[in-house]
């Protein structure tokens, strides 16, 4: 199983950026994803999980507005759009998979962000 994120990078604050991440080796359909997020110094954070359809979402509060978790099944992809950054929310992001019962959790590798002010 191998999750590969990618779109990090350097951003202004009030900018934006686009994670992707696919996912090989799952019948991607059958898996609730998310998104987590360390920040330096900070425990790891889950700020976004999707249904299997991707017809449901739910955030953290602190990204509630700004972000968006979207998923292509036929690309067995995930994404994270992100909007309005800003310093806070400066992290190494890690796609996963979600509580998908009886199932084990899967990590991708990170990817980092930096927001500059």
């Known amino acids: 199983v191998q999750l590969q994120a990618s779109g990090g990078g350097l951003v202004q604050a009030g900018g934006s950026l686009r994670l992707s991440c696919a996912a090989y080796?799952?019948?991607?359909?059958?898996?609730?994803m998310a998104w987590s997020r360390q920040a330096p110094g900070k425990q790891r954070e889950l700020i976004a999980h999707?249904?299997?359809?991707?017809?449901?979402?739910n955030y953290v509060d602190s990204v509630k507005g700004r972000f968006t978790i979207s998923r292509d099944n036929a690309k067995n992809t995930v994404y994270l759009q992100m909007n309005s950054l800003n310093p806070e929310d400066t992290a190494v992001y890690y796609c996963?998979?979600?509580?998908?019962?009886?199932?084990?959790?899967?990590w991708g590798q990170g990817t980092q962000v930096t927001v500059s002010s």
């Open positions: 999707i249904s299997r359809s991707g017809d449901s979402t």
């Open positions: 996963r998979t979600y509580i998908n019962i009886g199932r084990p959790i899967y």
């Open positions: 080796g799952i019948t991607f359909s059958d898996f609730k």
